[in-house]
T-cell receptor
Framework: AQKVTQAQTEISVVEKEDVTLDCVYE???????LFWYKQPPSGELVFLIR??????QNEISGRYSWNFQKSTSSFNFTITASQVVDSAVYFC???????????FGPGTRLSVLP | DTEVTQTPKHLVMGMTNKKSLKCEQH?????MYWYKQKAKKPPELMFV???????INESVPSRFSPECPNSSLLNLHLHALQPEDSALYLC?????????????FGEGSWLTVV
């Protein structure tokens, strides 16, 4: 069975602070895929990143960066110089090869205060 | 902008009403999904269509009836709903399973049952 844990339920930061959202996953499959989604108050789940289990290279996209470590089964997400528009619920998700569904984590609500 | 569009954005219906939620995707995907999301919870899978055939039904009550008229359209017919069915209903699409394909979500339909 698969499981995704996001231990941080809510985080509040002041604008321009850096913030890291934690994600820990469990799976026995050797081939799997990890995702991060952003859900603003409007409701849409916005895709941010997909990472394969065989590719541990970290990734940076503008103010966003992701740190994938198989040794600790973690896929953490860092926002540098946070902005008010980053306020949202962020979900980490896991999908195994040939799986038709995601296993979502419970989500982390991020509030960036001006 | 999302390439998965859902209508209506908001729906209020009585427990004896019959209504439908509609979804359309323009990405050439052959898998489409319905998710239900309650407040402060991650999305929960309801149905999956793969190549226009229902492939997963997560024990959803029969008052929810999905329909996939063609590869780009997905409907969710609603009848005799209960107040506890009030939630955000998300449509999504992806390429069919096989390589951990990314699932892309629409903006959701906010449903209130009175």
């Amino acid at each position: 069975a698969q499981k995704v844990t996001q231990a941080q339920t809510e985080i509040s930061v002041v604008e321009k602070e850096d913030v890291t959202l934690d994600c820990v996953y469990e799976t026995r499959d050797t081939t799997y895929y990890l995702f991060w989604y952003k859900q603003p108050p409007s409701g849409e789940l916005v895709f941010l990143i997909r990472r394969n289990s065989f590719d541990e290279q970290n990734e940076i996209s503008g103010r966003y960066s992701w740190n994938f470590q198989k040794s600790t089964s973690s896929f953490n997400f860092t926002i540098t110089a946070s902005q008010v528009v980053d306020s949202a619920v962020y979900f980490c998700a896991l999908r195994v090869r040939y799986g038709q569904n995601f296993v979502f984590g419970p989500g982390t609500r991020l509030s960036v205060l001006p | 902008d999302t390439e998965v569009t859902q209508t209506p954005k908001h729906l209020v219906m009585g427990m004896t009403n019959k209504k439908s939620l509609k979804c359309e995707q323009h990405m050439g995907h052959r898998a489409m999904y319905w998710y239900k999301q309650k407040a402060k919870k991650p999305p929960e899978l309801m149905f999956v269509y793969s190549y226009e055939k229902l492939s997963i039904n997560e024990s959803v009550p029969s008052r929810f009836s999905p329909e996939c008229p063609n590869s780009s359209l997905l409907n969710l017919h609603l009848h005799a709903l209960q107040p506890e069915d009030s939630a955000l209903y998300l449509c999504a699409s992806s390429q069919p399973r096989g390589s951990g394909n990314t699932i892309y979500f629409g903006e959701g339909s906010w449903l209130t049952v009175v």
